[in-house]
């Protein structure tokens, strides 16, 4: 698919659905911005992708690092997808940093860039793509304030679209909530965490998912949602596609 903007952001861009987003927009012929913190990691993606993927270390939730890669890039998508892992243990196990951990990471971030789009603003028919989780629709009792925290992304896009609206800025806003899968960094510390309170091994708990979600199919999404402007706000997506929330 060939998409009409020139650059796009991807944060969380060197490991997981971060990376494989970052492929996907690069072979759709998008200059890809990718922002983590872990230099090396960045580092190997550009090795791989080449020219067309520029490597940015820093912390995505700094408001001063948000504001300036809009107004260097204009980029005409923005894929929020940094998360940290939870730390993954009973309510009554977690501390309160532990419990707050991807409130200060996940959604500071995409509270972070969201103000940004809409105050700098991005230039009109922007997209703005943020990853919640389907935790915020189940819950997730094992991984403290994730399941919260994701939540809280569904609302920031809410608000964000309404007052794109307001302000007339023609910016699109969209969330993903995956699956939880065991391919990832984040998603396998989760599934060894659920296998753990199951009593069951890791394969075994593996084996009674119905689907596995990989991250290609998580980037093809972003791809598709992107290039999609009557396409809708909020989609679920698991091993077996995409499906609208509700
Ligand atoms: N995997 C799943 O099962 C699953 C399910 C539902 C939702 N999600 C969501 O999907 C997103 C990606 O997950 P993943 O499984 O691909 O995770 P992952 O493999 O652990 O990768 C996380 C990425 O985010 C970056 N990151 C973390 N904190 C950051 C910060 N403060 N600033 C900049 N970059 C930061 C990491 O790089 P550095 O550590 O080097 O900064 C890394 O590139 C997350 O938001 C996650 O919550 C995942």
Redesign the pocket.
Known sequence: MSLSFKTAVV?????????AIAAALVAAGTDVVG????EQ??RAVRDELGDAFTPVA????GEALAQQVIREHRPGLVVL?????PHMAPVHEQTWETFSR?WH??TR?VFTWTRAALREPLAPGGVVVG?????ALAGSPLSGG?ASA?AAVRYIRGYAADESERAGLDLRFVTL???????????SA?VAGYAARQGVDRETFIAGMSSI?T?EQ?AEAVVELAGDPGGGPEYLISGDGLRPVG
């Open positions: 944060t969380g861009a060197s490991r997981g659905f971060g990376r922002i983590a913190r872990g990691d960045l820093g912390d995505a939730t997808n940094a998360g940290a892992t991807n990471a996940d971030h990853m919640s989780s389907g935790a994730y994701k909530l995956p699956q939880l899968t065991p391919v990832t960094g984040l998603g989760g979600l991250p998580v």
